[in-house]
Nanobody, 127 residues
């Protein structure tokens, strides 16, 4: 069984930075794409960023492009989301997820493709 745990959320002022971490265990981390999603109060869950198994391919939602950076350390079974220039509209619960397909050649942004999810970490950006 896959276990996914996010950490690093918190309260930050507009323009501030946070780094989220996500540790996954239970299956071979290095062969799966990893993704970050978020859900704001009253809104649907949305894609934020994803990274290929080797880290060579990344994709971002337009709303975070240029401000967020996804990375991974396969030796530590961990994926990160560095968030800079945070805005109040970034306030949400952030979820880490692991792709359901090993050795994927395309980085998928659809949540339905991901089958292992953490419980989320809350990010609040004050204005």
């Amino acid at each position: 069984q896959v276990h996914v745990v996010e950490s690093g959320g918190g309260l930050v002022q507009t323009g501030g930075s946070l780094r989220l971490s996500c540790a996954a265990s239970g299956r071979r981390f290095s062969i799966y794409t990893m993704g970050w999603f978020r859900q704001a109060p009253g809104k649907e869950r949305e894609f934020v960023a994803a990274i290929s198994r080797g880290g060579d391919k990344t994709i971002y939602a337009d709303s975070v492009k240029g401000r967020f950076t996804i990375s991974r350390d396969n030796a530590k079974n961990t994926v990160y989301l560095q968030m800079k220039d945070l805005k109040p509209e970034d306030t949400a619960d952030y979820y880490c997820a692991q792709d359901s397909v090993p050795f994927a050649t395309v980085v998928i942004t659809g949540a339905n493709r991901y089958d292992a999810w953490g419980l989320g970490t809350q990010v609040t950006v004050s204005s």
